[in-house]
């Protein structure tokens, strides 16, 4: 991939195709590692994107997204 047109998304995408349930992110909860593989987390961003995308958001719009540091924050910054 050239590396003027890396976007995170793109980059999400293509690890997803090369190497789909490879460990993408990993969180402790309640003592219990929960592991998302790439070609899950694609599919949450992706549903994320559709989501927002239903609410009317575009391109330009603002977005706050506030969190605790964990997979699904990060999965939300992808999607917008």
């Known amino acids: 991939m050239d590396p003027s047109?890396?976007?995170?998304?793109r980059l999400l995408a293509g690890h997803a195709e090369r190497q789909p349930d490879a460990p993408a992110m990993r969180e402790k909860d309640l003592g219990i590692w929960q592991t998302w593989t790439w070609r899950q987390t694609a599919?949450?961003?992706?549903?994320?994107?559709?989501?927002?995308?239903s609410l009317g958001f575009a391109a330009d719009d603002n977005l706050a997204i506030v969190g605790a540091n964990r997979p699904r924050l990060y999965m939300s910054v992808l999607a917008a």
């Open 5 to 9: 047109t890396a976007t995170f998304p």
């Open 43 to 53: 599919q949450e961003v992706r549903e994320m994107a559709c989501g927002l995308a």
